[in-house]
């Protein structure tokens, strides 16, 4: 049974979201402002967390943050009532794994949870470590480094890696990137994954204008040479 908590500051909405989760049968845990869900998170450490983004002592976007900084890998779920690209973009960079606006369907907020938690338990079966050569990716923790130096990679980032290593080799589009890491395709062109690809391979490649571990399928996406994968 997942635990789920939510991190919101108005109680109907929170009264509401924690009877509907109950009814499908998730555990819930709750907080009524950020400060108090940070340290409920780091805590209790939850499946998942359902994150508003308007909210007294720390807003949604630095609890986000916080967690990510803390290496916590709980998957989050942005709730806000504001819808403006600008505003996905915000919370998808500050760590957040999906973004729902409101007002918006229960069905959909299912939706939304149970596709997260899917992608969450199939990646607890895959190995989370490997490496790219001298470069050594730690996916459970979040943390990369190259001959014990270490290199900064963003949640994006190591999210685009854990899907590339979930292909077992296999190209990965440039939509299902959209779809799997920025959610329901936040951005509107293809061209942010080929921006996020060309970051990655500048930290990870010895030489970034002739990739050996990100190969680009031309007309498809990009793919991982899985014999480069160990651990």
């Not at 979201?17 to 998170?41: I, M, P, Q, Y």
């Not at 949870?113 to 895959?126: E, N, V």
């Not at 939509?175 to 921006?195: I, Q």
């Amino acid at each position: 049974m997942s635990r789920i908590l939510i991190i919101e500051d108005e109680l109907p909405m929170r009264t509401a979201l924690k009877d509907c989760l109950e009814g499908e049968g998730f555990r819930v845990l709750t907080a009524s402002d950020g400060e108090s869900g940070l340290k409920r998170a780091v805590e209790e450490k939850p499946d998942l967390i359902l994150l508003d983004v308007m909210m007294p002592r720390l807003d949604g976007y630095a609890v986000a943050c916080e967690l990510r900084r803390l290496e916590q890998g709980v998957p989050i779920l942005m709730l806000t009532a504001k819808s403006q690209i600008e505003d996905r973009v915000t919370g998808l960079n500050a760590g957040a794994d999906d973004y729902l606006s409101k007002p918006f369907s229960t069905d959909e907020l299912l939706a939304r949870i149970r596709a997260i938690l899917r992608r969450t338990q199939r990646q607890q079966k895959l190995a989370t470590n490997f490496t790219l050569g001298d470069v050594e990716i730690d996916l459970l923790r979040q943390q990369a480094s190259c001959k014990k130096k270490s290199l900064h990679l963003t949640a994006k980032e190591f999210a685009m890696l854990r899907l590339l290593a979930e292909a077992n080799g296999e190209p990965v589009s440039r939509e299902r990137f959209l779809d799997v890491v920025w959610g329901y395709a936040a951005f509107p062109t293809t061209r942010t994954v080929d921006n996020h690809v060309a970051s990655l391979r500048s930290k990870l490649e010895a030489n970034p204008n002739e990739p050996r571990w990100i190969k680009t399928v031309h007309g498809v996406g990009y793919r991982l040479e899985m014999d480069s994968l160990r651990g």
